[in-house]
């Protein structure tokens, strides 16, 4: 199998999904020039009546979307930054997420929401959230978090697809990532998590780049702990099976997402933990996530996102073993 940079991956998942149906489109803010390389290159192929850049302003790119989809194509909104998505929010959250469920089903609204998300890359509160609790708390949003250049292929090819909206959210940090991608023709369905590494002694579930630092963290610890690390790979739907199955095996679980730690991603997955499996677990769950601040810029960003540092100590106290 071929390896391909993360968000090459993404560009070729554009590329065969635009050639496959002429319906699909993506409309933007530098879109024709590839912000992030993620378009790169699709104007030259598909012409800009398919690669639209637009003028400053999310909320008039998110309706036109939209619009778009209810009339039955399949557009792909580049917000740059999942932080704009506030800039669009009544478009996204009070029209996409909402409208196929008050008309009964009978009008389709497959538009993807597609930025980049996180920090790490030292920009500031502005341009560093991750903004998936908010995604995951509205109804009517299914909510994709990749990992891998495997995954992100597959799963904006499946997003591309489905016929409600869908938010699609890459870390920033992921881009140049190199990862099994193969050439030809996969989706990954929506609400099956991966088990990226398997073990006995403490599940650690974690999302996007969280996933590289959890595997991080079980390579350090390898030898004294036997971590499982679980990449969600999508947030709504949510694989909670998967997760059970694991807690009832370990008893010990650690959470680990970039959303902020107060009424973040990791709550919800507690509580379910807890409403599903109490009886399986040895110890409180622990959970690492953004500091309850804005996220700063310059060197104290890393002190606010979470650490590798901090998924060991985790691990650690759940499981009683330090690492020496």
């Known amino acids: 199998m071929r390896q391909q940079p993360f968000v090459m991956a993404i560009n070729e998942a554009f590329k065969e999904e635009m050639r496959r149906d002429d ?8 879109v024709q020039s590839g912000t992030f390389i993620a378009t790169a290159g699709l104007v030259q192929e598909f012409g800009t009546d398919r690669v639209m850049d637009t003028p400053l302003s999310e909320q008039a790119i998110a309706g036109a979307a939209i619009g778009s989809a209810m009339a039955g194509y399949r557009p792909v909104v580049d917000l740059m930054f999942a932080d704009f998505m506030w800039c669009c929010a009544d478009e996204i ?3 996409a997420a909402k409208w196929r469920f008050i008309h009964a089903g009978k009008v389709n609204i497959p538009v993807v929401i597609f930025a980049n998300m996180g920090g790490g890359v030292k920009v ?8 998936e609790s908010v995604i995951m708390h509205t109804p009517g949003l299914k909510l994709v978090v990749p990992s891998c250049s ?3 292929k597959g799963l904006l090819k499946t997003a591309i697809r489905d016929n ?3 938010v699609f959210l890459y870390h920033k940090l992921l881009l140049g990532e190199m990862g099994d991608c193969p050439e030809e023709e996969y989706t990954i369905p929506f609400g099956v998590a991966d088990i990226k590494q398997k073990g006995t ?3 650690v579930i974690a999302t996007a780049y969280m996933v590289n630092l959890a595997l991080k963290a079980a390579k350090q610890l390898e030898g004294k702990v036997s971590v499982e690390v679980i990449d969600l790979r999508t947030l709504e739907p949510l694989d909670i099976d998967t997760i059970i199955t694991s807690v009832k095996k370990t008893g010990r679980v650690v959470i680990v997402d970039e959303d902020t730690l107060r009424c973040g991603v990791h709550s919800e997955i507690a509580m379910q933990i807890m409403e599903k499996a109490f009886d399986s677990l040895d110890c409180p769950i622990q959970r690492i996530g953004a500091a309850n601040v804005p996220i700063p810029g310059g060197f104290l960003e890393a002190h606010v996102l979470p650490q590798v540092e901090d998924i060991v100590a985790a691990i650690g106290t759940v499981t009683g073993k330090k690492r020496s």
């Open 23 to 30: 319906k699909v489109f993506v409309i933007g803010e530098d």
């Open 150 to 152: 495997y995954d992100a």
């Open 93 to 95: 959250f009070l029209k």
């Open 124 to 131: 500031g509160p502005e341009h560093s959230q991750t903004m």
């Open 201 to 203: 002694d403490v599940t």
């Open 164 to 166: 409600n909206p869908v």
